[in-house]
């Protein structure tokens, strides 16, 4: 896997993503210099130098995403109750792209 970096980039990747953490990401990776498919190919690049994440995973990173994705879906029902447009558990989930346990 050498000079991988210079490789030709012919094949493309698409995904799903909330658009506000995307805003948040590009302007995280802004501040770096760095665009948000610069930055994912850094972690794509890292994650194969390190034969895995590029950082630890551990059971206190889980717990602060639930953490910081409960704190967003409290957030969101506290806004949606005073907009008057109620939405189900279900779709508030979906909003913020949180998966259900």
Partial sequence: MERVTMAPKT?????RINPEIRREAEAVYEKCGLTLTQAIH????QSLRTGGFPFPVTAENA????ANAL????AELEAGKSSGQPIGEEE???LLGVEQE
Avoid: G, N, P, T
């Avoid at 094949?11 to 995904?15: R, V, Y």
């Avoid at 850094?42 to 690049?45: K, L, S």
């Avoid at 717990?63 to 639930?66: G, P, W």
């Avoid at 704190?71 to 409290?74: I, P």
């Fill in 92 to 94: 508030a989930y979906r």
């Fill in 63 to 66: 717990e602060l995403a639930r």
């Fill in 42 to 45: 850094i972690f794509i690049q």
């Fill in 11 to 15: 094949d493309s990747f698409h995904f």
């Fill in 71 to 74: 704190k967003r879906l409290v």
